[in-house]
């Protein structure tokens, strides 16, 4: 049996997929990856295959380089592996 989360982070992430790609669709998996506070603390922009995060605040900055195998890992599964090659931080 599949655990339900399982199941929707599954579905959810197949649907995401299908979009073409943009900001808004990028945005969204950046969002559901990091979590509200954190989206909002940032801004991204994806080109060619590179994340670049740039965070208002130096403790979002730490936190972000902490977690970045893990968000660049569900980055992937929300976007694509190929969509996203690594995550890159700009400094403020």
Do not use: K
């Not at 994340?51 to 900055?61: F, I, M």
């Amino acid at each position: 049996m599949v655990p339900l989360q399982n199941f929707a982070t599954t579905v959810l992430g197949e649907v995401i997929r299908r979009q073409p790609e943009s900001a808004a669709r990028t945005a969204f998996a950046w969002q559901l990856s990091v979590g509200p506070a954190l989206a909002r603390s940032t801004t991204i922009d994806l080109r060619a295959g590179v994340l670049a995060v740039r965070a208002r605040d130096p403790r979002w900055t730490r936190e972000i380089e902490r977690a970045s195998a893990t968000i660049l890992a569900r980055m992937q599964h929300l976007l694509g592996r190929s969509a996203i090659v690594r995550i890159e931080i700009v400094p403020e």
